[in-house]
């Protein structure tokens, strides 16, 4: 049987749980259904290190008793473990408090049909073509430089899965999607001592990968690029963020205006609605719908249809991102964000990388970042770093062990340009942003 023929499977099994929640008196109900199917292969130095076939399917259940609420899991799809299941999430739903947000989004809120969003792609692999790529992806990685001495892996991995959503509305919602990706970990050293660093690929179908060579060389020329290192400066200067770097920094953004944050109150943009948070030219808005991005989804964790949403409108912040709970919470509606957001995209004048170099004049470009340091309450930012010192508007060496900080609201609202180099890797896609002044300090 072919993996997506699974889906109809599936929807049964959600049927099935449905009545049998019913059957147990609960008054609404809904169940999340997860099956997930793949191929990973590691190489290192050659030869295969690692080999791995994955099946895994999981059944998450929550019964609602007026607005007391009940959740269990299982792996098992047997009427036994069902029944069993079910009765465990209704027994826990007996021992909660009452929740008056607790509860399904209303009907009208769910996708009216299905929709195709082209996520579906699978790569027909044999385990043994998957080393072959691996093996020549690091060997290109290897030939850059003869000073790449060493491998941590290169590994190729390719993954179906199937999400299915049910309710006691009578809603039912599924779709297949794969992910495939591509990676390598090189190894440098010379008289300095041995750096480390990485590429990877990563896409819905494997037609839309950088090729293995590819990927190998850019691992490689970015390894080599770190060796020799120096010690920055200690002071205050500008920072130009890589895409994949300030990827998270829009990652710190949106867990700032996530609903559970607001209504927690852990957050350095409470209740910021209607104020300034980025500069007037930059935009954040998600595409759910998008065909065969990374991150669509026609709906939501709560069933709830997705649709565009605009976060943050010229630099104002204009919605948070909303569960059916926490907008409940706060008294707003859901804005099909259960779970998180869809192809985040920041939007604005976007500039080549060479005209962002230009204009630091002394600043650090930080390609890696390392450690936790960065408080969600406060916008207190404190983070190792590593990277590349510039001057005059070009690269001048490599830099590590040092330390960059900052709050982030400051940050934000500072974002002096962006770059055409958006990273799609992901699920934020975000570009290179170089940011007007921040606290770098060196050994």
């Not at 699978?122 to 690091?138: D, F, K, L, S």
Request: charged share 25%.
């Amino acid at each position: 049987m072919e993996f997506i023929d699974n889906q109809e499977e599936l929807k049964t099994l959600v049927e099935d749980i449905l009545k049998e929640a019913r059957r147990q008196g609960a008054d609404q109900s809904e169940v999340s259904v997860s099956m997930d199917q793949g191929l990973g292969v590691s190489v290192r130095k050659g030869s295969l290190e690692n080999l791995e076939f994955n099946q895994d399917r999981g059944f998450g259940i929550t019964l609602y008793f007026g607005h007391r609420k009940g959740s269990a899991s299982t792996t098992d799809s047997s009427r036994e473990a069902i029944a069993a299941t079910v009765s465990a999430a209704r027994d826990i739903a007996r021992h909660t408090q009452d929740d008056e947000c607790s509860g399904l989004a209303e009907p009208e809120l769910m996708p009216e049909q299905a929709a195709d969003l082209d996520l579906y792609h699978p790569w027909e692999i044999t385990p043994e073509a998957a080393t072959e790529i691996a093996i020549g992806c690091e060997a290109a990685g290897l030939a850059v430089d003869a000073r790449l001495k060493n491998s941590d892996s290169a590994e190729v991995s390719s993954q179906q899965s199937i999400r299915v959503y049910g309710n006691s509305h009578g809603f039912i919602g599924a779709y297949a999607g794969t992910r495939h990706s591509l990676s390598c970990v090189l190894i440098g050293e010379d008289a300095s001592g041995m750096q480390r660093d990485y590429w990877y690929t990563q896409a819905r179908s494997h037609q839309d990968m950088e090729d293995a060579l590819t990927v190998g060389r850019i691992a490689g020329e970015r390894t080599a690029g770190r060796l020799s290192p120096r010690s920055a400066p200690t002071g205050s200067f500008p920072v130009l963020f890589a895409a994949p770097q300030a990827a998270g920094l829009i990652g710190h953004l949106v867990g700032a205006i996530g609903g559970s944050a607001q209504y927690r109150k852990a957050t350095f943009l409470l209740d910021a609605l209607g104020e300034q948070v980025l500069p007037k030219w930059l935009t954040l808005k998600e595409h759910p719908l998008r065909p065969k991005a990374l991150g669509s989804a026609y709906f939501d964790a709560d069933g709830v249809a997705t649709r565009e949403n605009t976060f943050i409108s010229e630099g104002i912040l204009d919605s948070y991102a909303l569960s059916v709970y926490s907008g409940k919470k706060l008294a707003r509606a859901t804005t099909g964000n259960a779970g998180g957001v869809h192809n985040l995209e920041l939007m604005g004048a976007a500039e080549s990388f060479e005209n962002l170099l230009s204009r630091v004049d002394k600043g650090l470009y930080v390609t890696e970042l390392m450690g936790q340091g960065v408080n969600s309450v406060t916008g207190d930012y404190s983070r190792g770093a590593a990277g590349y010192w510039v001057e005059d508007g070009k690269i001048q060496y490599p830099v590590d062990e040092l330390t960059i900080a900052g709050n982030l609201r400051d940050m934000y609202l500072n974002v002096l340009a962006m770059g055409d180099d958006a990273d799609r890797r992901g699920n934020i896609l975000s570009p290179s942003l170089l940011i007007e002044r921040m606290t770098i300090a060196g050994q």
